[in-house]
T-cell receptor, first 118, second 116 residues
């Protein structure tokens, strides 16, 4: 149980284009999902908290208009990197919190998406 | 703001031996959760073990156990009978128990190498 998927696993795009990354909780409902960014050999940096049916909460320094988050259902959140530039190249990871019974404080992570902007 | 410190950037252990990874944290809260996550070369973050701060008993999951010292704000991870598959980056993480403050604060990680 508690499986989170991400799609795509890796994407290469041209500078100036937009890229959408999907995060799905496969066997549980998640009212809250999280988006992280991880640079090589570094820890995870929280970008935003995605809440189902409401606006995402962004961390300080994260551009809302550049990293669009939509959490339209209890099992799906999307991150769209708009007008991507080479500095946006990174590893993006989502996580989801199980809204049901059990360990609701625990975040389960997706396998990550490697974005390369040329 | 809470901070999490992992003072060992790298550790190595002989296969079948025991290794302890250290983690300290700073918080003014009395109720919170602590986690150890493992990130193997695939980069999939995997939950290893969780600890509720209000529980005095140390959490245990098979070969993995923690030494939770609340007063010292210390949360170390012990891996017994180390296996090759344990090789990974290990991240310690803190989460407030406050409803609505769900973000995880991660340490900088410890890279564990298993020597055959």
């Amino acid at each position: 149980g508690a499986v989170v998927s991400q799609h795509p696993s890796r994407v290469i795009c041209k500078s100036g284009t937009s890229v959408k990354i999907e995060c799905r909780s496969l066997d549980f409902q998640a009212t809250t999902m999280f988006w992280y960014r991880q640079f090589p050999k570094k820890s995870l940096m929280l970008m935003a908290t995605s809440n189902e049916g409401s606006k995402a909460t962004y961390e300080q320094g994260v551009e809302k208009d550049k990293f669009l988050i939509n959490h339209a259902s209890l099992t799906l959140s999307t991150l769209t990197v708009t007008s991507a530039h080479p500095e946006d190249s990174s590893f993006y990871i989502c996580s989801a919190r199980d809204s049901g019974v059990g360990y609701q404080e625990t975040q389960y992570f997706g396998p990550g998406t490697r974005l390369l902007v040329l | 703001a809470q901070t999490v410190t992992q003072s060992q950037p790298e550790m190595s252990v002989q296969e079948a031996e025991t290794v302890t990874l250290s983690c300290t944290y700073d918080t003014s809260e009395s109720d919170y959760y602590l986690f150890w996550y493992k990130q193997p070369p695939s980069r999939q973050m995997i939950l290893v073990i969780r600890q509720e701060a209000y529980k005095q008993q140390n959490a245990t999951e098979n070969r993995f156990s923690v030494n939770f010292q609340k007063a010292a704000k210390s949360f170390s991870l012990k891996i017994s009978d180390s296996q090759l598959g344990d090789a990974a980056m290990y991240f310690c993480a803190y989460r407030s128990a406050d409803f609505g403050n769900e973000k995880l604060t991660f340490g900088t990680g410890t890279r564990l190498t298993i020597i055959p």
